[in-house]
């Protein structure tokens, strides 16, 4: 159900970026303020990323590890999915050149911190309520994801608009794409509900490096030199880790992966320091 939401949330935003490309080419003519908006700029942005994380975890032995009829080796694998979502503040620092009289181009630079994390509990395959048998079974415990900080490139193609001048002088609609350096941090706990030495507990905790790609589109408002925009962007991005070998009963090879969605809006100021000719 969550997945069937995210391709919803993917549709509308195909169509939200269509209707500014609609929007945009609505009374093609030059315009005498496009240039005004033309050079070095920076700005800061505020936003909420809905995102689905799927965390996926599995167990492998090699031949000859386990007793028959595991002697050939096994595998058994599941999943877990959670959404919830990240607060992010941004910084940015671009330069915009005018392709033509309405058409314009802009490359920016932006670094984010992130807050929040997505949390869940991952069932696994035993409960407590039989002798373990290794690879049989896979231990539950809770698990989390977050996202730390980034950086990351972006690039802009805009289009002013002769008309709705209520929206100002730095009015423009624009899709935008980029990717990120993104530093990111999972916690994974497990326990098999055993007693004394039969217990297995503990957390892992990893930091990784992902790079996230986006595509969006936004509605840019307000003055020339002071301008506030809309956002709507898709993205998505991956991290991993394992353990062990699967050589031996206690050195399973257990790979954990990471795969998060995002639908983000964010709201946005821009201020433009060096104006056109």
Request: with cysteine; charged share 20%.
């Amino acid at each position: 159900m969550i997945s069937s939401c995210f391709d919803v949330m993917r549709s509308r935003l195909h169509h939200l970026l269509f209707f500014f490309l609609l929007a945009a080419s609505w009374g093609f003519a030059p315009g005498a303020w496009a240039n005004d908006t033309e050079g070095w700029f920076a700005g800061v942005r505020f936003g909420h990323e809905l995102a689905e994380a799927t965390y996926t975890k599995s167990v492998h032995y090699n031949a000859g590890v386990l007793p028959p009829p595991l002697d050939d080796g096994s595998v058994i694998a599941d999943e877990d999915s959670a959404n919830d979502g990240f607060n992010a503040f941004s910084a940015n620092l671009g330069y915009r050149a005018f392709l033509s009289d309405q058409v314009y181009l802009s490359g920016e630079v932006e670094g984010t911190v992130y807050s929040n994390a997505i949390q869940g509990f991952f069932e696994g395959t035993y409960t407590g309520h039989e002798e373990p048998i290794p690879s049989q079974h896979i231990f539950p415990g809770a698990w989390e994801v977050s996202k730390n900080h980034s950086l990351g490139f972006n690039a802009r193609l805009g289009y002013v608009p002769r008309g709705f001048a209520f929206l100002g002088e730095g009015r423009s609609v624009y899709l935008i794409s980029g990717v990120k350096w993104l530093d990111a941090t999972s916690e994974v706990a497990i326990d098999n509900f055993g007693v004394g030495a039969q217990a297995i507990r503990g957390v892992t905790r990893k930091r990784r490096d992902a790079t996230p790609w986006l595509i969006g589109g936004g509605l840019e408002f307000g003055s020339s030199k002071n301008r506030f925009d809309v956002r709507i962007q898709y993205s998505s991005w991956s991290i991993d880790y394992a353990s062990g070998d699967g050589a031996t009963e206690q050195t399973a090879y257990v790979p954990n992966t990471f795969d998060v969605d995002e639908v983000g809006i964010s709201v946005g100021y821009t201020r433009s320091f060096s104006l056109g000719m």
